[in-house]
C-alpha cells in the first residue's frame, strides 16, 4: 500500500510539472457573492451556462467564456435555497471549489472577494492584496497536533512575478464564518499575523492544496476590523467601490497569466 501511495504522489508530481510547462489555458474564478461576481461576468463577457455538469439540485451558478485564448469559468455558490441570501461561508466555499474542480479540471484558480483589513497592519479602504499564507480563525481544538489541523496553515500559489508587475500589496489571509470577530477570533488572528480576513479563502485553499489545483488569492477591503465604524455597516456602505477595484484587479491579472506557464507567474 505505501507503493501504492508514492507512485501516486509520484504521478500527480509529474502531472503539475507538466501543467508547469505549457502555457494556462482554463482558470476557474470563485467568488462567494453575486454582487461581487457579476462585474466580473461582465468584463470578460461570460454567459451562463444552464446545463452545468454540477450535482443535482445545488444553486451554484456557473458562467464561462473565452479571453485571450483562456477558457474562464466563473463560478458563485448561489442563493441559499432556504433563506433567499447569498450561500457565503467555508462550508459552501468548499464545496463549490470541490465540485468545480472536479468538473472543470482547471490550470489555476483564482479566488476573488471582498475582505475585512486590519489598520495596524497597513490595510486601507479599496486596498487589493494578492494573499501569501492562508489560516483558519476560528477552529480551537486545544489538542496537540489538532490545533495546528485547525489552524490549517497553507500557502497560496506564489506568483512573484505578477506581484513585481503589478504592484499589489500582499499580506496574509485569516479565514473564519462570523463577519465580526469575537475576543478569541481577535486572539486567533492575531497569532496568524493576517493583514485581511474573510469567510471563505482558507476554505478554498484546502481544497485546493487536497486536489493539486494551484490557488491564488485576491482580496479587496471593505472595511477596517480595527477602525472606528461596525463591520456591517462599513462592509455595505463600501461594497459596490471595492467591487469595482475587486474587478479591475482580476483582469490584471488574467492580462498578466494569458500566455504564460505557470512557471513565468
Known sequence: MASHGKESDTAVEAM?????????????????????????????QLTENPHSSFPKGVPWVHYHGTYKDIKINLVWPGKDLTFG??????????????????????????????????????????DVFLVSHLAFHDRRIPIPFFDLYGVGLRQAFS??????????????????????????????ITANDATVKDMEGAAVAYVADLLKVP????????????????????????LAAVTAALDQAVTQVVDFISGKCLSEL
Open 16 to 44: 503539475v510539472a507538466q501543467v508547469e510547462k505549457h502555457p494556462i489555458s482554463s482558470i476557474l474564478i470563485i467568488i462567494a457573492m453575486q454582487t461581487e461576481a457579476l462585474p466580473v461576468v461582465n468584463k470578460f
Open 85 to 126: 441570501v447569498d450561500s457565503v461561508g467555508t462550508i459552501s466555499a468548499s464545496l463549490v471549489t470541490y465540485g468545480s474542480i472536479q468538473a472543470l479540471e482547471p490550470d489555476l484558480i483564482i479566488n476573488a472577494g471582498t475582505a475585512g483589513g486590519f489598520k495596524a497592519k497597513g490595510a486601507g479602504i479599496g
Open 159 to 188: 506568483m512573484p512575478n505578477l506581484l513585481k508587475e503589478l504592484n499589489l500589496k500582499t499580506g496574509r489571509l485569516s479565514t473564519g464564518d462570523s463577519l465580526d470577530m469575537s475576543p478569541q477570533d481577535e486572539a486567533s
Open 215 to 238: 490557488a491564488i488569492f485576491v482580496k479587496a477591503v471593505t472595511d477596517l476590523v480595527d477602525g472606528e465604524k461596525p463591520t456591517a455597516e462599513e462592509f455595505l456602505q463600501n
